[in-house]
């Protein structure tokens, strides 16, 4: 297995412009987990679903951000309209079974940055 | 919701030494306890979990303990090697996962 896959690695836009970011989770796993990391906060968890499904959402920073997960191999991460705090890595994992006691597996990243 | 406070925020210990890193939790209903060690551009990866049930387990060099009364937790590494530079992140899952704010650790060869 490729393990979790994200795109694109990289992504530098410009204030006020719309940003999606893309995970594929390890085929099997049931749930999907998006984190934020800058170094202020740390790593913060903004969202995940369990089956397709969001769970909860409660760390989504505001209305700009929105997640979705149409099928069990891909999901979405997006800002709308981006501004230059959004600045951060961007993390998805996925693991199996019910937490908790399952590992995360994270994916490589996606590095943002909103001039 | 779930707190998970860590210390220190930096170490530096000398090649060959012991590291010691605590975390505390909130929520008592949490039940898994993961570290992950983040190397510097790379992803987080878990190096050892620790289950409510268990006081104590260890892996080679890297053990984690559990006072599940005191709500703590914490990650031991002997015989500190510079491979072992990182950030270190410990973790408190119930049902999702909350972080602490890391600890990046340093030894010196």
């Known amino acids: 297995d490729a393990g979790v896959i994200q795109s694109p690695r990289h992504e530098v836009t410009e204030m006020g412009q719309e940003v999606t970011l893309r995970c594929k989770p390890i085929s099997g796993h049931d749930y999907l987990f998006w984190y934020r990391q800058t170094m202020m906060r740390g790593l913060e968890l903004l969202i995940y679903f369990n089956n397709n499904v969001p769970i909860d959402d409660s760390g989504m920073p505001e209305d700009r951000f929105s997640a979705k997960m149409p099928n069990a191999s891909f999901s979405t991460l997006k800002i709308q309209p981006s501004e230059p705090r959004d600045s951060a890595v961007y993390f998805c994992?996925?693991?199996?079974?019910?937490?908790?006691?399952?590992?995360?597996?994270f994916g490589p990243g996606t590095r943002l940055t909103v001039l | 919701g779930e707190n998970v406070e860590q210390h220190p925020s930096t170490l530096s210990v000398q090649e060959g030494d012991s590291a010691v890193i605590k975390c505390t939790y909130s929520d008592s209903a949490s039940n898994y306890f993961p570290w992950y060690k983040q190397e510097l551009g790379k992803r987080p990866q878990l190096i050892i979990d620790i289950r409510s049930n268990v006081g104590e387990k260890k892996d080679q060099r890297i053990a984690v303990t559990l006072n599940k009364t005191a709500k703590h937790f914490s990650l031991h590494i002997t015989e500190t090697q510079p491979e072992d530079s990182a950030v270190y992140f410990c973790a408190a899952s119930k049902n999702d996962m909350r972080f602490g704010a890391g600890t990046r650790l340093t030894v010196k060869p």
């Open positions: 994992a996925s693991s199996s079974g019910t937490p908790p006691g399952n590992e995360q597996f």
